[in-house]
T-cell receptor, first 112, second 114 residues
Framework: DVKVTQSSRYLVKRTGEKVFLECVQD?????MFWYRQDPGLGLRLIYF???????EKGDIPEGYSVSREKKERFSLILESASTNQTSMYLC???????????FGSGTRLTVV | QKEVEQNSGPLSVPEGAIASLNCTYS??????FFWYRQYSGKSPELIMF????GDKEDGRFTAQLNKASQYVSLLIRDSQPSDSATYLC??????????????FGRGTSLIVHP
């Protein structure tokens, strides 16, 4: 069965810390994505990557960066965590542009 | 700005009934349409996709697409309490660079009561 694995289910970090969220997929998918999901706001795209070493900004990239050095791994970096980055972070991958997503189980990040 | 609209609900149906979830979209060039189910506290799970006008059936689920009217719907037959979840509609449009990125609706909450 295809799988997207996010390294942490729950994280608590302090304001100003650098935070790394890791995502690994075992499906040889080209495209990978990072979203955050907040009540009332739905899913918002932070960054995506359609190939190794490629990255594109989504709708809300400010305060975030990403890295994709290998096809299977897509990392989200919060350069200096702030309380307004408290959220559920969802990683997703897909085979190609016409396919649906497989989501990871999510990381609930709390910044205090 | 591409938009995907869903009624937030909750939509409440009795067990065994047909649940009908609707979604409208603004981008006439949209090509691919998806339905995800999200249980409370869990991540979304793809349950249906449809590319062509008409109906597509998979078990108790039927996706319906009408591109002329710009709506897509999901019917759940013989609804079960285990179908209680939020259902997200996602529509693939175009984006600069040719990376087709879906626009998600905010979801409809479905409650199936015994």
């Amino acid at each position: 069965d295809v799988k997207v694995t996010q390294s942490s289910r729950y994280l608590v970090k302090r304001t100003g810390e650098k935070v790394f969220l890791e995502c690994v997929q075992d499906m040889d998918h080209e495209n990978m994505f990072w979203y955050r999901q907040d009540p009332g706001l739905g899913l918002r795209l932070i960054y995506f990557s359609y190939d190794v070493k490629m990255k594109e900004k989504g709708d809300i990239p400010e305060g975030y960066s990403v890295s994709r050095e290998k096809k299977e791994r897509f990392s989200l970096i919060l350069e200096s965590a702030s309380t307004n980055q408290t959220s559920m972070y969802l990683c997703a991958s897909r085979l190609g542009p016409s396919y649906g997503y497989t989501f990871g189980s999510g990381t609930r990040l709390t910044v205090v | 700005q591409k938009e995907v609209e869903q009624n937030s609900g909750p939509l409440s149906v009795p067990e065994g009934a047909i649940a009908s979830l609707n979604c409208t979209y603004s981008d006439r060039g949209s090509q691919s349409f998806f339905w995800y189910r999200q249980y409370s506290g869990k991540s979304p799970e793809l349950i249906m996709f449809i590319y062509s006008n008409g109906d597509k059936e998979d078990g108790r689920f039927t996706a319906q697409l009408n591109k002329a009217s710009q709506y897509v719907s999901l019917l759940i037959r013989d609804s079960q309490p285990s179908d209680s979840a939020t259902y997200l509609c996602a529509v693939n449009g175009g984006r600069a660079g040719g990376s087709y990125i879906p626009t998600f609706g905010r979801g409809t909450s479905l409650i199936v009561h015994p």
